[in-house]
């Protein structure tokens, strides 16, 4: 059972958005893989964000995401990226998502240029005149901005964020955050520490491979978040080998093939990702179809 009491916490998929072989979006294979993700256990579904190809997507097509997850499990369980190159653009998604029901959305700190504090925090001003809470998003690999311990104390001291999705990997920063800004919640970023983050106290996971495996990850996290590590650890140790790829820099086609492989619909991504190189593919596949032959779905 989930212990879900805010919308941003729980198991929050990033949904991979299918895409036919013309690379047009196919949303109503997108409105049912939400469905079906919700049925298997999921908690809702973080839209828009980088698995979901958002940097690809027309104004029409990104407005239709949110339009058509939201129609399809409700606005309480969609939380959309706003993630956008100006502060103005950012709330005017804000501002899409509130008027399309949702009740919270996740937030990149200006990402176009290393931005220093002072422009994050005034960033994160700006899209909070939409309304609705903010998940901030730490990913300073691709952003090139690290939203520090101390930085997100800032933030959630003016009342900016709610919770953090927390990328970087270092388990350690939970605890600094903890000490910080109690009562901030550490959302799992990258689905090969979800184990630890969630024993040091994460209240949700913006996850990418449930897309593929829903039954087992949610297995992983409802386990994990009940320090139950006699169940946990075994199907910690079985899907690692696949969960590592959420972090690479071809997590997106290998979310999708993986998905392909599980009997899900994955299908292309639109350029600049090119399709996985042979070795990639095969590593993917290799770790999927073990996962498979195990009983894992």
Not at 14 to 21: D, F, I, M, S, Y
Not at 65 to 78: I, K, L
Not at 126 to 133: F, S, Y
Not at 246 to 262: C, G, H, P, R, Y
Request: proline share 6%.
């Amino acid at each position: 059972m989930s212990n879900r009491v805010e919308p941003w916490q729980g198991i929050m998929v990033a949904t991979a958005l299918p895409l036919r072989e013309d690379l047009s979006a196919d949303f109503e294979a997108f409105a049912e893989h939400c469905r079906w993700l919700v049925e298997q256990g999921c908690d809702g579904v973080a839209v828009n964000g980088s698995l979901g190809e958002y940097q690809t997507l027309s104004q029409e097509e990104r407005a239709k995401v949110v339009e058509t997850a939201v129609a399809a499990v409700g606005g309480r369980n969609v939380m959309p990226g706003v993630g956008a190159y100006g502060s103005a653009e950012s709330r005017r998604w804000a501002e899409q998502a509130r008027d399309a029901g949702c009740a919270c959305v996740m937030l990149l700190p200006p990402n176009s240029y290393r931005a220093d504090e002072r422009t994050v925090i005034d960033h994160y001003r700006e899209v909070a005149k939409a309304g609705l809470p903010i998940v901030a998003y730490n990913n300073p690999y691709d952003t090139k901005v690290d939203l520090t311990p101390s930085l997100l104390a800032r933030l959630f001291d003016e009342g900016l964020i709610v919770a953090v999705k927390e990328f970087t990997g270092d388990v350690r920063r939970a605890y600094e955050i903890a000490e910080l800004a109690p009562g901030l919640d550490v959302l799992i970023g990258t689905d090969d520490v979800v184990l630890e983050l969630a024993l040091a106290g994460a209240k949700g996971w913006v996850a990418g491979f449930p897309n593929s495996l829903p039954a087992s990850t949610v297995a992983l996290y409802r386990a994990a978040m009940a320090h139950d590590l006699e169940s946990a650890l075994p199907l910690y140790r079985a899907l690692h080998p696949l969960l590592r790829w959420d972090a690479k820099t071809e997590f997106v086609q290998a979310i999708k093939l993986s998905m392909d492989l599980a009997g899900r619909y994955g299908g292309p991504c639109r350029p600049p990702r090119l399709p996985l190189t042979d070795e990639h593919a095969t590593a993917v596949r290799a770790a999927t179809e073990k996962v498979l032959a195990e009983g894992l779905r």
